[in-house]
């Protein structure tokens, strides 16, 4: 399989602990981009890189978020003090150098903060 | 206000009819338009992109107007398997990295 892979893809994590998702995106991709997504809405942006530098930020991204691409391959995206509010399915997504406006979207790891 | 619009549905259509939907953008700076299709409990995936002239894919076909500051979608022929969410996505021509999704329209197809 090529496609964008997360892990995990499930995660119940008590309030207060921390929690760390990986994206591995489809090779050679040199956009990586971490979308939230809650039910019913459409997702929401949180960061993007290209290559291994974090070029923009949402500003829903508070402190206890943090995303790294330290090889410019392979993403992770750290949440720390979980809190109920952070519980979502939090998407992956890769675009290619030539056409980086379609993004390719990874099946998500979804947290549920109890 | 949010960036892009759409209206919820459902949009409850019967096999074979045609069904057409639009979404709103709030910024002019808008430079890329696209639909993306989400099945239920799955990720997004690109349906189309949107260009200026309008186009179509079969039996898809995604209009812009920029005056007005939307952009639709039209399904012809509709199918049981065209059920899904669509989702209205913009990119800022200042922010090439972010797409910038609606909370998506609700198709479902009945027999």
């Known amino acids: 399989d090529t496609g964008v892979s997360q892990d995990p893809r499930h995660k119940i994590t008590k309030r207060g602990q921390n929690v760390t998702f990986r994206c591995d995106p489809i090779s050679e991709h040199n956009r990586l981009y971490w979308y939230r997504q809650t039910l019913g809405q459409g997702p929401e942006f949180l960061t993007y890189?290209?290559?291994?530098?974090?070029?923009?930020k949402s500003r829903l991204l508070s402190d206890r978020f943090s995303a790294e691409r330290p090889k410019g391959s392979f993403s992770t995206l750290e949440i720390q003090r979980t809190e109920q509010g952070d519980s979502a399915m939090y998407l992956c997504?890769?675009?290619?150098?030539?056409?980086?406006?379609?993004?390719?979207f990874g099946q998500g790891t979804r947290l549920t903060v109890v | 206000r949010k960036e892009v619009e759409q209206d919820p549905g459902p949009f409850n259509v019967p096999e074979g009819a045609t069904v057409a939907f639009n979404c709103t953008y709030s910024?002019?700076?808008?430079?890329?338009f696209f639909w993306y299709r989400q099945d239920c409990r799955k990720e997004p995936k690109l349906l189309m992109s949107v260009y200026s002239s309008g186009n179509e894919d079969g039996r898809f076909t995604a209009q812009l107007n920029r005056a007005s500051q939307y952009i639709s979608l039209l399904i012809r022929d509709s199918k049981l398997s065209d059920s899904a969410t669509y989702l209205c996505v913009v990119i800022l021509t200042d922010s090439w990295g972010k797409l910038q999704f609606g909370a998506g329209t609700q198709v479902v197809v009945t027999p």
């Open positions: 997504a890769s675009s290619p150098k030539q056409k980086n406006t379609e993004a390719f």
């Open positions: 910024n002019s700076a808008s430079q890329s």
């Open positions: 890189f290209q290559n291994e530098a974090q070029l923009e």
